[in-house]
């Protein structure tokens, strides 16, 4: 008889980095069942779309390998869905805020265009200083 289907409480948290200069868009952190925490798990942004890349530590071979992961896949599909749809998120809380400052410029634009041109005073000749 298979176990039932475990859900994990997870406590997630996603940084995206506001000018990424590689492939990797945000860090992300994880808490799971309130007992063990998990910083600098990365969000990666490939070819094939975003995933999520545990931390690793390069060994002697010069190889990556993750310092922790996920054991089931049924955790890792949690985590994954958790910390992607937590990133999704924060991008989505950001862009508003970008997207109405701007607007605010281009409305201030906008009127200062479309108000009339003030008139022009004519200045009276005065007479010259001696």
Avoid: H, W
């Avoid at 000018?19 to 910083?39: H, L, Q, Y």
């Avoid at 060994?59 to 937590?86: H, M, S, W």
């Avoid at 003030?118 to 005065?126: C, F, H, R, T």
Wanted: glycine residues 4%; charged residues 35%; neutral net charge.
């Amino acid at each position: 008889m298979a176990e039932p289907e475990k859900i994990v409480k997870l406590d997630v948290r996603a940084y995206p980095i506001a000018e990424p200069k590689g492939s990797v868009v945000a860090f992300a952190s994880a808490t799971i069942d309130d007992m063990f925490a998990v910083n600098n798990i990365r969000v990666v942004n490939s070819e094939k779309g975003l995933f999520v890349a545990m931390p690793q530590v390069k060994d002697a071979k010069g190889e990556y390998r993750d310092i922790c992961f996920p054991v089931t896949a049924e955790l890792r599909k949690q985590l994954n869905e958790a910390i992607l749809g937590a990133y999704a998120a924060e991008k989505e809380k950001a862009a508003p805020a970008k997207e109405s400052t701007v607007d605010k410029l281009r409305e201030g634009a906008k009127e200062t265009k479309s108000q009339p041109a003030p008139a022009k005073v004519e200045k009276k000749k005065s007479e010259p200083e001696i």
